[in-house]
Every structure is written in C-alpha cells, then in structure tokens.
C-alpha cells in the first residue's frame, strides 16, 4: 500500500490494521494531520520510503516519536525542507539499505560521523544542501562508491 497525503488539511487517524503492511507514506507539505509517529512505524514491516518534507519538523520531534523498529527496511528518507539543527545519532542506526537520504533545506550546522555508520553501505545518495554546514570532513565518504553526496550551498 502507499499513503499519499500531500498538501492535505484534515485530520487523519491512523489504525493499526491500515498502517502496518504500508510500503511507502508521503505526508509532505500537510497541515492538520493528528497521528502518533511511533504508532505510525512501531508495526509497519514493509515501509521503504518515508516523505515528510516541509512539515517544520524539529530535531526534538525526531528524537521522540520517528524511532524505527529493527525490522523496517527504509530505502529512501526525505526530511528537506524542515526545522533540523541536528539528526539524533541513533537515527539510521537500522537501515543498512538506505538509498537516498535527503536533507537539505534545513538548519544542519555539521557533520557527524555517526549520520553515516551505514552498515556495508557503498551506494547511497545523500543530499545535504542548503543547509549550514560549515565544517565537514571528507574521510566521512571515503566509504562510498558510486554515490552522490550533495554539500553544496552551505553557507
């Protein structure tokens, strides 16, 4: 099942039974959407792909309710275009297949090394742009082949 809810602006309940076989949720650029995060993810087993762009997401919302079951095979995550300082260490912690990590358009003022402990990761796409980063390292990379890690307009 895929959920798209793009520019929506009602409220939307999630049940357990509709949510836990989802593949992929785009609740982008939506206001009024009243749904528990954990709920959301505690029992989806096939999500892949994760759409929350625009939505004024903080680093506190992150830390407290988009925490993955081990079992979730993420592939691709966009949370550009949100209110991000940081991105909690644990984040990705499960998802050894990432894809495509988007970023950009936040406040991100550094790199860590913790943002990138892919387990075996050698493809990946990671888009950082136009966010603050004014200092990173470029042994955090070294890792990837054939992967696009987009820096640019960092001011």
């Known amino acids: 099942k895929t959920l798209i809810l793009r520019y929506s602006t009602f409220n939307f309940n999630f049940s357990n039974n509709f949510h836990s076989d989802l593949k992929e949720i785009d609740l982008s650029f939506s206001k009024w959407i009243s749904f ?4 959301v993810f505690q029992d989806s087993k096939y999500l892949t792909h994760i759409h929350l762009v625009g939505l004024n997401l903080t680093t506190h919302f992150l830390q407290t309710y988009f925490t993955f079951n081990i079992y979730i095979i993420l592939r691709q995550i966009d949370l550009s275009q949100n209110l991000l300082d940081y991105i909690p260490e644990s984040m990705f912690k499960f998802n050894p297949i990432l894809e495509n990590l988007n970023l950009s358009y936040n406040f991100l003022y550094t790199i860590s090394e913790s943002y990138f402990h892919f ?3 050698l ?4 888009f950082l742009n136009n966010n603050r980063i004014k200092l990173y390292r470029y042994k955090h990379f070294l890792n990837f082949d054939q992967s696009v890690i987009n820096l640019a307009n960092n001011n």
């Open 36 to 39: 528990d995060m954990k709920l």
């Open 123 to 126: 493809n990946i796409n990671i």
């Open 119 to 121: 387990k075996s990761r």
